[in-house]
């Protein structure tokens, strides 16, 4: 296990590393990208499952959305949008996820 996480760091490229530290930098961007991990919610539901208040969990998809780290299914909806995580997110977040639980 350890050598297959030790080729992946080693082949990562700076592109991922920047990603990686802007998603450890900020408390709650990964708070909504490990409650968005295997599943996919609206800003409401991420909200209330991370404590998070609405407004920030707003302006924190919209950041993450331009980094490409969550897809919106449905943007043509005002309400009830439907966010997931991009598969670049969830390889970022199973490897912060590996790092932690070390």
């Known amino acids: 296990m350890y050598n297959i996480w030790l080729r992946y760091v080693i082949n990562m490229d700076d592109d991922r590393w920047n990603l990686i530290g802007y998603v450890i930098a ?42 490409n780290l969550v897809e919106c299914k449905n943007p043509q909806v005002k309400r009830g949008r439907i966010y997931v995580l991009t598969k670049t997110a969830g390889e970022i977040v199973d490897n912060i996820d590996d790092n932690i639980h070390k």
């Open 26 to 67: 900020s408390k709650y961007r990964r708070k909504v990208l490990f409650f968005l991990k295997g599943k996919y919610a609206t800003p409401k539901q991420i909200s209330n499952g991370t404590d998070i208040p609405i407004n920030h969990v707003s302006n924190i998809l919209i950041s993450l959305r331009k980094k």
